[in-house]
């Protein structure tokens, strides 16, 4: 089998990656519409029918054992939202660990560490893309105060964020020398404890990306405390639930009507660790991946500009494909641009790969095409199994894509694109495209040409682009009311979920009435002395009891017909949902494009139209008053938000040093030895069992976190103060050592005493933070203001320019004419938010 082009794009690998260099380099991104429909292209369909003779060979070849491996390959398109291709293997050696005996799309199997994109992913998703900023102290506070000022001894944590976890450049390495015989895989605060005074750095932070595994173990315990769950809940709240991954978990899936691929008692099936959970430890089947796939290229769960900065190389490697995200593993590919062409461009390939011995899995993202693929694999050689699939699916699919990318582009897109040219190669490109578009204003512009591909120059924008107009046109035309209709079937779904339920639950207590009434029949049919004695009257309780038995039944009979009729309603009635939820996708997608349509087809000066000049000047304008307000509100609305989270903090330290005060006064009179006498005078205060230590160590740690936040909001406004940490009677003054040891009513009362000030040093502290809020919020409310009405102008600035392009648009395409194209409005109303929305941070 050749694989030339494999070499080529960069999918093989550092060793055998071709990288083509050129004087003329477009910016990184889509050279083609990345949206465009690809199911149903010549490209795709030959790609679909060569793929399984591909496999064949790689069997033939003996690179896959045909015999051993289990394994399920998915490719899907966002612009259809659904599996594009699926092919399916199961060797004959482990058929029998498959539970439904067949493979399917919902057929579970381990991810390993592709768990570590789903970890990444809900952190962003509760906390924003910001928190990969956010040291990771403020999160766990417990990890500060190693005891070695060694660098190559202790990793310093107050030097880590989020970010540097998440891109694997914190130098945390694994977990294996904690994970050792007779570990307790839930302990969270061992593994903090291990992590920070036993763990040695494998390099100090930021300075390369180094794979860690232990570092994904402490951003689990983080997801943990943003949600104050544990880590198999909150993924499955974030994630799972919202997207409808209703196969995937953190733990073993268990039960009888399990699907998956079940190699119990093998290697890995069932071997979860709570406390790495975020590192490898969910399951998951083919459909599961793409729809979690699909809603990060559709930005479902995150802003389309989150997502953006998301997918983005966070570091580089030692090779010149291969960079790495959050945690991403990014394959920079050179793709050759049309099937007869020699020339190439770059397109970045988001990849996770996960492995755990028997299982493996990849997941792949391409969002300059709008594509991905899953791979899940099982058997004995899993793990080398992952690399050719990858390669054969990639090479076979992604090069379909961009060839099916640039025969979309000839037919349909308008306006300036970047030249697409190859070079004259060398170490160096010496293109500085990236830094020269746009230094002129808009009157730069990057020429669409590509010789070889046969897309010819852009001469009269909207002609080219009318056809694109009248088919966006038509698909919002043809789902105006879709969202209404949609409404209504909501709420007529939760109606008949509400019936459904009843009906289930009178079946269930028939079921519990007709098991009691068929063993009091049986009972009484089997009683000789109540027969003997009773005589006519235990025969005519008999006749009683059978019928009984026959009225439940056929009552049962009945709440089962009802029962089986509403849930084929419910299901009817999910999929007509389903496919108004994809047509109202439709619909936005379609009236974004149709913005995007406009605004690069009068993109630049229009000679023949000057109120079309006037308007976007104006738009532009009102654009430049509101970016730099709203950019003051968002951190203004931050420092609000980090002052708010320090109160709460400091709320929580008052509560629990009040129960501390509480504690010790009934204490007082507590004669029982104490805790350094107990330990056989060998004092540790840490270990002692005063209850008011326990909550006095809660105080210190929240009013640590209050700290912090507050550091944070004086970064981002000066004036903000920083916080006064009141003194905490941590048991370590002479009176707390002293009460610790000898534990007499007058060591309580002096240890009582220092307890009593820290509650009212917490006090005066939470009143600075009061004042502080208040003042923050005024400050909130004053850019509000501002704010509002900066896009009150911009959005009436917009509407204008928007509308009137629309008619010159239809004028130009159809003659003068009332234009048919929606208002701003109509967009606004029909549950559409133009790409060029402001929203709040």
């Known amino acids: 089998m050749r694989f030339e082009s494999l070499a080529y794009m960069g999918l093989a690998g550092s060793a055998t990656a071709s990288v083509i260099l050129s004087n003329d380099v477009p910016l990184i991104g889509p050279s083609f519409l990345p949206n465009f429909d690809i199911s149903k292209t010549n490209f795709l369909a030959e790609a679909k029918q060569k793929f399984p003779s591909l496999v064949e060979e790689l069997f033939d070849t003996k690179v896959l054992n045909k015999t051993d491996l289990i394994f399920a390959v998915d490719v899907f398109s966002a612009s259809t939202n659904d599996s594009l291709y699926s092919y399916f ?53 417990e990890l500060l105060g190693n005891s070695s000022t060694n660098p190559l001894e202790r990793i310093d944590w107050s030097e880590i964020t989020v970010g540097a976890l998440a891109t694997h450049q914190a130098g945390t390495s694994g977990p294996g020398q904690y994970l050792k015989p007779g570990f307790d895989g839930a302990d969270r605060e061992a593994f903090l404890e291990f992590m920070r005074d036993t763990q040695v750095p494998t390099m100090g932070p930021w300075r390369s990306a180094l794979y860690s595994d232990a570092g994904f173990g402490v951003l689990t315990l983080i997801l943990e405390r943003l949600t104050g769950q544990e880590y198999k809940d909150a993924i499955k709240d974030i994630i799972f639930k919202p997207l409808g991954m209703n196969s995937s978990s953190a733990v073993v899936p268990n039960g009888t009507d399990v699907d998956a691929v079940a190699r119990t008692g093998l290697v890995s099936w069932g071997t979860d660790v709570p406390i790495v959970a975020g590192s490898g430890g969910i399951y998951s089947s083919a459909k599961d991946l793409r729809l979690a796939g699909l809603s990060i290229l559709n930005s479902d769960l995150l802003s389309s500009s989150t997502t953006r900065e998301w997918m983005k190389p966070r570091s580089s490697t030692g090779t010149l494909v291969e960079l790495v995200g959050a945690p991403w593993e990014i394959t920079r590919l050179t793709l050759p641009t049309g099937p007869e062409s020699n020339r190439t461009r770059v397109s ?99 020429i669409f040409n590509m010789e070889d591909a046969k897309v010819v120059s852009i001469i009269n924008r909207i002609s080219v682009a009318a056809a694109e107009g009248e088919r966006l046109l038509s698909v919002i035309a043809a789902t105006e009311d879709t969202a209404a209709t949609l409404s209504q079937v909501k709420l007529d779904l939760a109606a008949l979920k509400n019936i459904w339920y009843d009906a289930d639950a009178l079946y269930s207590e028939l079921s519990a009435r007709l098991e009691t009434e068929q063993k009091e029949f049986e009972d009484l049919r089997g009683s000789h002395i109540k027969k003997f004695f009773a005589g006519s009257q235990y025969k005519e309780k008999l006749n009683k009891e059978e019928n009984d038995v026959t009225e439940v039944q056929e009552w049962l009979a009945k709440a089962d017909k009802t029962r089986k009729e509403l849930k084929a309603k419910l299901h009817d009635m999910k999929e007509r949902r389903q496919k108004l939820e994809n047509m109202l996708e439709q619909r936005v997608q379609a009236l974004n494009d149709l913005d995007h349509l406009y605004a690069v087809v009068f993109d630049g000066p229009s000679p023949d139209n000057a109120e079309e000049d006037k308007l976007e000047a104006e738009m532009i304008a009102a654009q430049q008053v509101f970016d730099p307000i709203q950019e003051r509100y968002s951190q203004v609305a931050s420092v609000v938000k980090y002052i708010t989270m320090a109160r709460s903090r400091v709320t929580f330290a008052a509560g629990s040093a009040a129960k501390a005060l509480k504690i010790s006064e009934s204490d007082i009179f507590d004669l029982k030895a104490g805790a350094g006498i107990r330990a056989n005078r060998h004092f540790n205060s840490a270990v002692a069992d005063r209850k008011e230590r326990e909550e006095l160590g809660l105080v210190h740690l929240s009013l640590t976190e209050a700290s912090q936040f507050l550091a944070l909001a004086h970064e981002l406004d000066p004036e903000v103060g920083g916080f006064i940490m009141p003194k905490v009677a941590d048991g370590k003054s002479a009176a707390g050592r002293l009460d610790d040891w000898i534990n007499t009513p007058v060591t309580d009362y002096l240890f009582h005493r220092e307890i009593k000030a820290t509650a009212e040093g917490i006090a005066a502290a939470g ?46 395409v159809n003659g003068q004419g009332s234009s048919t194209a929606p208002s701003y409005e109509q967009a606004t109303a029909n549950e559409h938010l133009p790409q060029y929305t402001a929203t709040e941070p």
């Not at 029998?96 to 057929?107: H, R």
């Not at 299982?359 to 199994?385: K, M």
């Open 348 to 446: 970045d390939l988001y990849l996770k790969a996960g492995g755990t011995n028997d299982y493996t899995c990849f997941i792949a993202l391409s969002p300059d095409h709008g594509i991905g693929f899953s791979i899940l694999i099982a058997g004995e050689t899993a793990t080398p199994a992952r690399w050719p699939l990858r390669d054969v699916t990639g090479t076979t699919f992604i090069t379909a894509a961009e060839y099916a990318a640039a025969e979309s582009a000839e037919k349909n897109l308008t306006a300036p694109r970047a030249a697409v040219e190859g070079g004259k190669g060398g170490l160096f490109d010496h293109s500085q495209a990236w830094m020269n578009i746009g230094a002129s204003g808009s009157a730069d512009e990057l």
């Open 767 to 812: 009143a600075i933070v009061d004042e502080e809020l208040r003042l923050a919020e005024e400050k909130k409310s004053v850019w509000t203001e501002k704010r509002d009405a900066a896009g009150k102008d911009l959005k009436q600035a917009r509407e204008k320019l928007q509308q009137l392009r629309a008619r010159i648009f239809e004028d130009a």
């Open 89 to 141: 293997h199961v060797g004959d050696t482990y058929k029998d660990t498959l539970t439904k005996g067949n493979l399917t799309e919902d057929t579970i199997f381990r991810t390993g560490s592709v768990t570590k994109v789903f970890t990444v992913y809900a952190i962003i998703a509760k906390a924003g893309i910001e928190a990969l900023s956010y040291p990771v102290s403020i999160f766990l506070p």
